[in-house]
């Protein structure tokens, strides 16, 4: 009798390739890149093509005289971690910080694990936060729009930021959002980063995303249930000092974060149970910073504060074995 020889595992394939997700992430975005470039115009872009240029070429130097091994650089996950730390920082951002940004996403935050599929942290995220900390005054200087491609732009700040100074100042923050509708959080010329340009077009890509299978709902309903509740919660107790849930949906880094940074395959819980305590960390610790912490936004931190605790939740929240009942 002829022996059976059994290949190693996984046994179970599908039509996809790290390549087509990454480039489905890159669709996804393009609708809310083109829409930060019509409103901030060339700067925008320059940030855009910056931080995509670096991250591509500091991933393939590092592979081909660091690591010598293959270039991954094929996949596009570089180009999803340039395009990703773009759309978190002001379109005033000087390339050179830029540049620094996408080398600290690239060379410590990715390459340093090993490349793609065993970094810790989101890679775009942490050179974000790198650049919050070390660069404060160009990372909180947002430019607000006066008309299509960066027409008669100025400085001011995020509807965040407003928030957190008025809460500083003793005032009611219904004094600072009332001036703000929900339409315009929709699709709006107010201050931010690239990715906070349009709602709406980050929404479409992240139907896109599901409709192509590429991302499941329950970590971002997950992240957006917690803040609605807890923003419900202090809201209803004080108006006058706490933000309302479509507020704190609308504004800021939610949206960005939540669709497409916190679902992120390598950096996220690998069952359905532990992307809902996942999420639920998330819009938990973002809700404390932005109510009680020094800084007005908090999705950034509260993603990667998770991210560190992914590794104790697959311990525990294992997903069901092939053919298991």
């Known amino acids: 009798m002829d022996r059976i020889l059994v290949s190693p595992n996984p046994h179970i394939h599908a039509p996809v390739s790290t390549r087509s997700l990454m480039r489905d992430v890159v669709i996804a975005l393009l609708p809310a890149s083109l829409v930060s470039v019509i409103y901030y115009g060339l700067p925008a872009l320059v940030v855009f093509a910056v931080s995509i240029i670096t991250c591509v070429g500091l991933e393939y130097l590092i592979e081909r005289f660091l690591m010598h091994a293959p270039s991954t650089v094929g996949d596009l996950s570089a180009v999803v971690t340039g395009l990703l730390l773009a759309m978190n920082l002001p379109s005033s951002t000087p390339w050179w910080v830029v540049m620094i940004g996408a080398a600290v996403a690239i060379g410590v935050a990715k390459m340093t694990f090993g490349g793609i599929g065993q970094n810790v942290f989101n890679p775009a995220l942490v050179g974000r936060v790198f650049l919050l900390v070390s660069f404060p005054a160009i990372m909180t200087t947002w430019v607000i729009p006066g008309g299509y491609f960066g027409a008669d732009a100025v400085t001011g700040a995020t509807p965040l930021g407003l928030v957190n100074e008025a809460i500083l100042q003793g005032k009611s923050v219904t004094s600072v959002v009332g001036d703000f509708s929900y339409c315009d959080r929709l699709f709006t010329f107010m201050g931010g980063s690239a990715g906070e340009a349009s709602v709406l077009a980050l929404l479409a890509g992240w139907i896109y995303l599901l409709v192509r299978r590429v991302v499941r709902p329950h970590i ?93 939740i697959n311990m525990f929240c294992h997903q069901k074995k092939y053919g298991r009942k």
């Not at 390598?266 to 910073?289: E, R």
């Open 220 to 312: 971002t309903v997950s992240i957006w249930a917690t803040v609605a509740v807890i923003s419900l919660i202090f809201w209803l107790c004080n108006p006058e000092r706490f933000t309302d849930p479509l507020f704190n949906l609308l504004s800021g880094g939610m949206i960005l974060g939540s669709c497409f940074m916190a679902t992120d395959y390598v950096t996220s819980p690998m069952s359905t149970k532990g992307g809902i305590i996942f999420g639920v960390g998330i819009g938990f610790i973002t809700m404390m910073i932005r109510y009680f912490g020094s800084y007005p936004e908090g999705v950034s931190f509260a993603i990667l504060i998770m991210n560190a605790t992914v590794p104790l």
